[in-house]
């Protein structure tokens, strides 16, 4: 292998390294938490808390249901017993009945509402468990697959590390020192650009001859004028 091949094949070694770990942050992100688990666990919390106070409200109700029926009880119990003795009490408390009545009648049909409303918010909640236990369950095999996927790439990366150690052993300090500065100035980490034709297959800008001919021997390190790429040329 010449010098430029060995440099060649150290940046592809490289540029997957850079993919694997581009990969490996998606993944512990994935891993980390679920989007559609977070919106599925809000959506429930919402529906348990409308039933919540949708359920006190109704006990309220209930509550004051029973104060009336207690109420109507008292007053007709002293209708009946003989103890009102004006015929203008009497109608009082009649007229206090048929109200007392009414306000019962009213509750009633509020509490059936709400009966009904309470059901249908139970229905929303059963929906929105199964849909968070639906998520959770996707979210269990997607992270299943993620850490099978994850080791796989660690392995690779390993080998990646061991098959770089023995590439950069044959090449001269001077010759890594300058791949490494230039991969960190390139925003896509490409120190090493191959000769398309006659261009720059990073920058797509046209080499001289020279360039191309020294490229080919592939003993000195030669680089594109326009990007400052090393060139190879296989
Ligand atoms: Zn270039």
Redesign the pocket.
């Known amino acids: 292998m010449s010098m430029l091949q060995t440099l060649f094949r150290l940046q592809t070694l490289d540029s997957s390294t850079d993919a694997i770990r581009v990969r490996l942050y998606e993944i512990d992100r994935a891993l980390a938490e679920s989007p559609a688990v977070n919106h599925a666990r809000a959506e429930l919390q919402q529906a348990e808390s409308a039933l919540r106070s949708l359920a006190s409200e109704l006990k309220l109700l209930e509550l004051d249901l029973q104060g009336i029926e207690q109420k109507i009880k008292d007053e007709e119990e002293r209708l009946y017993s003989g103890k009102i003795r004006s015929p203008k009490e009497m109608l009082e408390v009649q007229r206090e009945v048929e109200l007392l009545k009414q306000r019962r009648e009213q509750m009633d049909e509020r509490i059936i509402q709400q009966m009904e409303e309470l059901e249908q918010l139970r229905a929303v909640r059963a929906r929105c468990e199964s849909a968070l236990a639906e998520a959770e369950r996707t979210f269990a095999d997607d992270s299943r697959q993620l850490r099978e996927e994850r080791t796989k790439l660690l392995a690779q990366a390993k080998s990646l590390l061991e098959q770089r150690e023995a590439l950069c052993a044959v090449l001269s300090p001077t010759v890594l020192q300058t791949y490494t500065e230039l991969r960190k100035r390139k925003a896509n980490g490409v120190a090493v650009?191959v000769v398309k034709g006659v261009?720059?297959?990073?920058?797509?800008?046209a080499?001289a001859s020279s360039v191309i001919q020294m490229a080919r021997h592939g003993e000195q390190l030669v680089f594109?004028?326009?990007?400052?790429?090393i060139?190879y040329a296989s």
């Open positions: 650009s261009t720059c297959s990073q920058c797509g800008e080499l594109c004028d326009n990007c400052g790429r060139v």
